[in-house]
């Protein structure tokens, strides 16, 4: 395979950084981890960045600046354009980093940067459980709640890049207080952060499934925990799943009724708990929305794990070529 | 002029019918207006529909026939490929009817069917405030509460022509019964109903300018009834307003946060009290929204009126022209 059907994807964490060098059909075929908190200022991320990209082109027998391209997801707002991070809320010393321009100049091949759940989406789009949709919403579940769009095979970024905060979309105005100061997001509502607080005030019960296996666990309560307790029985556990139900059923209705798509796919690491709260969800969304945008929407679990964002990058550097090219 | 330079635009509302022979910049050259319960069966109104566009044309000096296009816009859901009207909530017997292929059968000229709210988008989009947006959203606020969405000049349908049921997002679990059976919806806190409802409950206070303007009007509420009184101080009638401006900013957050829209339109009937809601409407969307997202948008009212719904019909026939020819 010549060199040019290769691109590298990253995928930028909060906790590790994730590259694969990808071939057209979607194969990963060489990976590397990095750890998030050891790559220092954005400066050393570069360095080290391009060192690890250089080291997983050599081993497959070529230079970067050979590959079709490169794409970083980042985790925040960035402007694809120029491929410029606006700024990374978890990763501080991170604003207006031209990491495109950084990179290329390192690389000396193409390099893209966008959104982490803009390039999930389009990775799940082109490879995974999004394939064929005409109007896909992706949703990743974790301790953010986020959102991307693919129309017609090509991201919606608004006007300014900022689309798909499915996160902070208004569900309750009298709900839980969110990560961005506001009440009732639907991230306040079924983030990480929210779950955990349900699954500690279950513990109240204390003779529970989730209080015996959060003394196992020393009293840390965590999302795999509540799930564990959810499948042995535990009826608050149960219930802390069918309320993230209740409320991503209410989310989707509202995405449903705006935007019609046909794929609704859900990714994050809560889709874990799928069949905790998918159920709900899907009652939900049935009921508040109309047959004829309802029975046009399937609503699916992400296939592509971790992988999605790398594979969404590297989709990305094939779509945007075959656009220059005019293909 | 040539008569290929024409189209017809038809705006077809609960109350009336109202017709436009509309030049390629927008003039309104001629106009017609039917009663819409004068019109009868769908077969009855085909015919008197047609027999009203003939007679624009004619005093123009030439057949239907020779029109760029027609394009009617219908107040429900419609088959936009296959010119078909769904259903018209307000307007019984209207149910599977291929208004496109009937209207070219008896005129002999290109027929397209919209929804009106689509329309009214489209048409601010090409002739009015919504004029060089790239992501257009428009809204009209009425009895329905609608929305379309206009992105890089094309209209956005969703997968089953469903898509901008602004009204139907959820703002309030707990809010208002909408009319269409569930709680809370966009159009049930602000639609033209639940205003009358604020306006008559604030009649307890009997000796205020509200209960007075009731009294002169034999006590039927009305919209602008209640804006009257806001404007002429009663602070009842002005709570009505700023409670609009409250849930509609808290609806055009949502949007702003899922397609960071360069532009929104806002028109209908309700929109007359734009001052009266706007400024609660804008605080809170600049207080919801990200920054990136907030400082992209503008937010302003129609500037068509009443007309919007017919040059949007005309702009559709160009656009979809265009399309053809390969422009």
Same mark, same amino acid.
């Given at each position: 395979?010549?060199?040019?059907?290769?691109?590298? +994807? $990253?995928?930028?964490?909060?906790?590790?950084?994730?590259?694969?060098?990808?071939?057209?059909?979607?194969?990963?075929?060489?990976?590397?981890?990095?750890?998030?908190?050891?790559?220092?200022?954005?400066?050393?991320?570069?360095?080290?960045?391009?060192?690890?990209?250089? =080291?997983?082109?050599?081993?497959?027998? &070529?230079?970067?600046?050979?590959?079709?391209?490169?794409?970083?997801?980042?985790?925040?707002? $960035?402007?694809?354009?120029?491929?410029?991070?606006?700024?990374?809320?978890?990763?501080?010393?991170?604003?207006?980093?031209?990491?495109?321009?950084?990179?290329?100049?390192?690389?000396?091949?193409?390099?893209?940067?966008?959104?982490?759940?803009?390039? &999930?989406?389009? *990775?799940?789009?082109? &490879? @995974?459980?999004?394939? /064929?949709? *005409?109007?896909?919403? *992706?949703?990743t579940l974790g301790t953010?709640?986020?959102?991307?769009?693919?129309?017609?095979?090509?991201?919606?970024?608004?006007?300014?890049?900022?689309?798909?905060?499915?996160?902070?979309?208004?569900?309750?105005?009298?709900?839980?207080?969110? +990560?961005? @100061?506001?009440?009732?997001?639907?991230? @306040?509502?079924?983030?990480?952060?929210?779950?955990? =607080?349900?699954?500690?005030?279950?513990?109240?019960?204390?003779?529970?499934?989730?209080?015996?296996?959060?003394?196992?666990?020393?009293?840390?309560?965590?999302?795999?925990?509540?799930?564990?307790?959810?499948?042995?029985?535990d009826p608050d556990a149960?219930?802390?799943?069918?309320?993230? *139900?209740?409320?991503?059923?209410?989310?989707?209705?509202?995405?449903?009724?705006?935007?019609?798509?046909?794929?609704?796919?859900?990714?994050?690491?809560?889709?874990?708990?799928?069949?905790?709260?998918?159920?709900?969800?899907?009652?939900?969304?049935?009921?508040?929305?109309?047959?004829?945008?309802? @029975? =046009? $929407?399937? $609503?699916?679990?992400g296939r592509l794990g971790?992988?999605?964002?790398?594979?969404?990058?590297?989709?990305?550097?094939? /779509?945007?070529?075959?656009?220059? =090219?005019?293909?």
């Amino acid at each position: 395979m010549k060199a040019r059907g290769w691109a590298v +994807g $990253v995928d930028f964490g909060g906790t590790s950084v994730r590259l694969g060098l990808i071939a057209r059909d979607g194969r990963i075929r060489r990976r590397r981890r990095l750890v998030s908190r050891e790559l220092g200022t954005p400066a050393e991320f570069v360095a080290r960045l391009s060192e690890a990209i250089r =080291a997983l082109t050599r081993a497959q027998g &070529f230079d970067p600046s050979r590959l079709a391209g490169l794409c970083v997801g980042a985790p925040g707002p $960035v402007d694809s354009e120029r491929g410029v991070v606006h700024e990374l809320v978890n990763v501080p010393g991170w604003r207006r980093v031209p990491l495109a321009e950084q990179l290329e100049r390192r690389l000396r091949c193409r390099c893209l940067v966008d959104n982490d759940v803009n390039l &999930f989406t389009l *990775g799940e789009w082109r &490879f @995974g459980a999004g394939r /064929g949709a *005409g109007q896909l919403i *992706g949703i990743t579940l974790g301790t953010g709640v986020g959102g991307g769009l693919v129309c017609e095979g090509a991201l919606y970024r608004g006007a300014s890049g900022a689309a798909g905060e499915v996160g902070h979309m208004l569900v309750d105005p009298r709900g839980r207080r969110c +990560g961005c @100061g506001q009440r009732g997001c639907l991230e @306040g509502q079924i983030g990480t952060r929210a779950i955990l =607080a349900r699954g500690r005030s279950a513990l109240r019960h204390r003779r529970g499934i989730l209080a015996r296996l959060a003394r196992q666990a020393n009293g840390a309560m965590s999302a795999p925990l509540i799930r564990r307790a959810a499948y042995l029985g535990d009826p608050d556990a149960r219930r802390v799943w069918t309320d993230v *139900g209740r409320w991503l059923g209410l989310g989707l209705a509202n995405l449903v009724h705006l935007l019609n798509p046909d794929r609704i796919v859900i990714g994050g690491g809560l889709s874990h708990s799928w069949r905790l709260f998918a159920p709900t969800a899907m009652a939900v969304l049935r009921e508040r929305t109309f047959p004829i945008a309802a @029975g =046009a $929407v399937q $609503v699916v679990r992400g296939r592509l794990g971790d992988d999605a964002g790398m594979l969404g990058g590297a989709a990305l550097v094939w /779509g945007t070529l075959q656009h220059a =090219a005019g293909e």
